[in-house]
């Protein structure tokens, strides 16, 4: 990296001495200094000698390469520089305080300013002093400039149009053959492996030889989607983290084979999250695409894929990475090693990335062509290399730039960490563009960018010039941004499902590193210069105030950026960090506090941050901002999303004339202050009150925001007495808004005048989203369901109670998903829900809601007919989910000929289940829930409805059957025999299926039975052939399990078996002959019980245990052998005799413990990391292990104290709740890697024990 920083001078050197020059020839910084008592003579000397020093910055850019008096010059000078944007930044905030103060005391036409006001007389003062060091500072680098031999260079790169990114990805040059034969090891018949269904395909390469677009070509290929089931891409990066990686396996998972309606994939516990991925992956044939791999450890590979190895023979995995032993620990298959490109290759990616074009039209050019193909020699066989050159030769097409860059002396740099064809690429951007992309450098390798929130970073930090052209800032940010995807040097995200992400290849990633040079970094690389002006960190759960010690040397930082870590969901941070440490950064442009969920208020001292742009307080607890924020003249950001507490802003947010974009999403805000209407400049305003008539703000208000993006919603609009202010809210003309949500506070008793107000707010045709809440009309206007909303994909229309029609909707081309609820007069559905006029309806070419995939119609009382369309064309041809719950009226047909009807969830729809006569489309289904509804009527018709759907839907994999109170047996026929999943809660009476028809069930992997089954006993496990996943929670009469004697039908699928909530039980069987049982889990209020000589499966990885009455033999269990168990919890309610006193009874391999009334044998537990003892005691000196990271103490009534030293240098939390006669703890002991201490019901706890760790 020591060479690749040779050329870090220019990163943010010249695009600041541009901006500093271009700012002093202002007029409106012209108009300031003519009224103020500042210096103009050294002001203008200022300016010359910038102006001296910018002339020459392009010739010692190239220089420094070859000279290091050039190159320390520059570092010199780059940092001076930056302090003298600093400066006039003071100046600019102090011409802004001028504003203010004339506009608040209505002096708008003077022109005139007050500058003079006397509490600022100093500042004058201080701001020449100021200057005049700065001029004595900066004087000495012009003059020196003669003696380093620089000289005027005219400018090397021409400015050019932005554009797209142009080039077709999934076009890969000289990787066919390599694609090929990926794809024939995964298509294969032959086994991946001896051992399991699982194969594994490693791609070994070096950094930027294609591996993950290789991945991405067979991913995508039509063969890989005819014979998986389905796909999961993740990128897994340099931090390994289990926990991560399994969590994004299992949501992509859970996305691609389920609605999804429970969100399973957002535990942080790992065994869960396993089950999980187990049961939704098994029997399926996937494959999975693990990116970027690093981690060589075997044990965290296998803890990784050992839930995959159930699924069909088949399923693959392929893994990119740069290390040999990784592939040698992953593979399967033999290793597949990616060799460079020839150089021909190399010469046909960068002349299409150059020219843009499929043929090469360099060949038209036989110079072009020449110098082109030598240049492509030099990309060292690498496509990331060819690309970024492309990307840097497309703004040049002429063969003296061309040959300039083939000459360059970058060439000759050391080709260690960052290839010199990299460096190129960065060398010969626009100086405006060089600061963005270095800016990127604070972000972590592989970290997901938004596109929208770096370009709010990219205009705090002043990045954007603005100044030409008559666009928007943002317009401008987003330019640069397209300008750098185009060059390759950010790329798009392959994960679809997630929106559009983007990120920095990782040796894009280290260019950017490279360049920022000591201006950018992330604290994790330490070492940090004291002129640090850009820092972000990795979010811990707890931010404790050592981790910021550091941070009191940084001076200058102008970006406080916390990066949020995937592993956790809530972060708290040291007080002291906000109401001590921040308030010193007087040159922070950009803060963020998001996510710390303990931050509940701000100092005073927010105010003093001057030249904040900047601040975002998401999801904090934060209840109201400081008066002071609004002396933040400069803030164009304020992002309080999801502030749950926040309930009001401060009464001047008018003095935020900066402000450009307010995001209040997820706040109780209860009215908006009256001055928000001055702020002319929001381009996002996310949430709009409409006051009360002559007390709070008017809808009308909402002309002067032309400009609204994004999402925007607006409440309270019963306050709206006046249609007319409606329209002049000009709603129909703020084409950027994607998402709008039309809310009424209450029902008005005045349909017409609603209506006429809705009819007002016609949004613009370009809306994606649309949701209408609490209307009052009984009608809607006809612009709802008009065809020219093509781009509308969503729409949601609820609690409209006095509504008796629903708008022609099957007009819109795009919808996908519709939901109506609470809709409480509607009676019929019928011609006018698909199309406007009947002719139009039987016209050939009209099909209705030709796009609509999820429609959803719940807490509809009255509503008795849905007539079905009758025209030429079948409605709902993509329908795929259909949800219709709380519609008791409800009889007749469902509509019919669904040819994609994948989901259907029935509840409270009593009428419906009375025999309707079509439903042909059942064949087809795949997930069924069917529900009793809130009423809670005995409904006699679900039982034959029931029936008729399971006979029909030979499909079924899921079946769900919800709290019917009627329901007594199964049909007589059983169950598809394709069923995979049967989920059975809240059906007391029901009868389950006679066990000797268990063995027909050769697909179901996954049964639980909840709160139903009264007269259910026992349980034989070897029952069903597949059984990997049983449940059986709360079933009155049951009480054992079994297995058949015969060693033929013994259970070998069962992989997680939990009883709960259940009073007396015994088990019947020895465990271990449950050979691969991975998680045991009984829950009993009274006597559990094992048959004798119990001995427990040798796979298991948790055991959980939770009883009351005679004490278990435990010493018996042979827990010691069990090398995979992690996880281990033995509860008693009431207390435990000491049973497990010795060494040799617990595995080494537990990370978790959770027991009562033992303290003794833990120390060897060299894994152990959370324990958590109840009814303890006394704890023993020395007793705990030294890997311990949290420490919890519940329900020990007789613990007194703690002993010294007692508690591990390792540990992060301390928890003590429900200790009564706990005196004192070990304070001046406790480590100090302690993080979190709380304690709960403790009163003899002193109150200098209940401290927030502000270390």
Known sequence: MAAAATVIGDAFLSATVQ????????????????????????????????????????????????????????????????????????????????????RQVGNRTNKVWNFLSSPFKNFYRDINSQFKVMCETLEPFAQHKDTLGLQTKSARVSRRPPSSSGVNESVMVGRNDDKDTIIKM???????????????????????????????????????????????????????????????????????????????????????????????????????????????????????????????PGSSVIITTRQQKVAEMAKTFPIYKLDPLSDEDCWSILSKHALGSDECDASKNTALEEIGRKIARKCGGLPIAAKTLGGLLRSRVDTMAWTDILNSNVWNLPNDNIMPALHLSYQYLPSHLKRCFAYCSIFPKDYPLDRKTLILLWMAEGFLDYSHGGKLVEEVGDDCFAELLSRSLIQQSNDGARGKLFYMHDLINDLATSVSGKICCRSEFGDIHENIRHLSYIQEEYDIFVKFRPFYNYKCLRSFLPITSKGWSLHFLSVKVVDDLLPLFKRLRVLSLSKYTNITKLPDSIGNL???????????????????????????????????????????????????????????????PMEIGGLENLQTLTVFLVGKRHEGLSIKELEKFPNLQGKFTIKNLHNVVDAKEAEEANLKNKEKIEKLELTWGKQSEDSLQVKVVLEMLQPPISLKKLKINLYGGTSFPNWLGNSSFSNMVSLEICNCKYCMTLPSLGQLPSLKKLSISNLLLLETIGPEFYCVEEGECSNSTFQPFPSLEYMEFDSMPNWKDWISFEGINLAFPKLRTMQLSNCPELRGDLPSHLSCMEEIEIGGCYKILETPRTLNWLSTIKRVIVREGAQHAAAESYPMFISKMITSSICLTHFELCCIRSLTAFPTNGLPTSLQSLVIYECRK?????????????????????????????????????????????????????ISESPSRRQSTLQSLAI???????????????????????????????????????????????????????KEWGLQDL??????????????????????????????????????????????????????????????????????????????SLPENCLPSSLNSLELEFCEHLESLPEDSLPASLKKLTITKCPLLEESSRRDLNR
């Open 19 to 102: 901006t500093l020059v271009e700012k002093l020839a202002s007029t409106e910084f012209l108009d300031y200094i003519r009224n103020t008592k500042l210096n103009v003579t050294l002001l203008r000397k200022f300016q010359t000698i910038l102006l001296t020093l910018q002339a020459v910055l392009d010739d010692a850019e190239e220089k420094q390469i070859s000279t290091p008096a050039v190159k320390n010059w520059l570092d010199d000078l780059k940092h001076v520089v930056l302090d003298a944007e600093d400066l006039i930044n003071q100046i600019s905030y102090d011409s802004l305080r001028c504003k203010m103060e004339n």
């Open 186 to 312: 995964l298509v294969s018949d032959c086994d991946a492996s001896k051992n399991n269904n699982l194969g594994v395909v490693a791609i070994l390469g070096m950094g930027g030889i294609g591996k993950t677009t290789l991945a991405q070509l067979v991913y995508n290929d039509e063969k890989i989607e005819k014979h998986f089931d389905f796909k999961v891409w993740v990128c897994v990066s340099e931090d390994f983290d289990v926990v991560r990686v399994t969590k994004s396996l299992l949501e992509s998972v859970v996305r691609n084979t389920t609605s999804a309606a429970s969100k399973v994939w957002e535990s942080d516990n790992l065994d869960i999250l396993r089950v999980e991925l187990k049961k939704n992956s098994r029997e399926k044939r996937f494959l999975f695409v693990l990116d970027d791999l690093w981690n060589d450890n075997y044990n965290d590979w296998d803890e990784l894929v050992s839930p995959l190895i159930d699924g069909k």
């Open 610 to 672: 001057v030249q904040l742009r900047y601040l975002d307080l998401s999801y904090t607890k934060i209840k109201c901002l400081p008066d002071t924020v609004c002396n933040l003249y400069n803030l164009q950001t304020l992002i309080l999303l999801c502030c749950y507490n926040l309930t009001e802003l401060p009464v001047h947010m008018g003095n935020l004339i900066s402000l450009r974009h307010l995001d209040i999403s997820g706040t109780y805000l209860k009215e908006l």
């Open 990 to 1042: 029901l009868s389950f299926m006679p066990f000797e028809t268990f063995q027909n069930y050769t697909s179901l992997v996954s049964l639980a039975i909840r709160h139903s089954c009264d007269s259910l006993t026992s349980f034989p496990l070897d029952g069903f052939p597949a059984l990997q996943t049983l449940s059986i929670d709360d079933c009155r009469s049951m009480n054992s399990i079994y």
């Open 1060 to 1114: 709960r909530s259940i009073e007396t039980f015994k088990v019947n069987l020895g465990l271990d002959t449950l050979t691969n049982l991975e998680h045991l889990y009984f829950r009993c209020s009274g006597e559990l019980s094992f048959c004798e000589g119990v001995c427990l499966p040798s796979k298991l990885q948790s055991i959980e245990i939770s009883f009351k009455g005679t004490n278990l033999h435990v």
């Open 1123 to 1200: 090398t995979a168990l992690s996880r281990l919890t033995i509860q008693k309610w009431g207390e435990m005799e000491n049973t497990l006193t010795m060494e040799s009874l617990l595995p080494i391999s537990l990370v978790f413990l959770s027991v009562s009334n033992m303290s003794f044998g833990l120390r060897h537990l060299s894994s152990l990391q959370h324990l958590r003892f109840n009814h303890l005691k006394s704890l023993p000196e020395n007793c705990l292990p030294s890997s311990l990271k949290s420490l919890e103490f519940s329900n020990c009534q007789h613990l007194k």
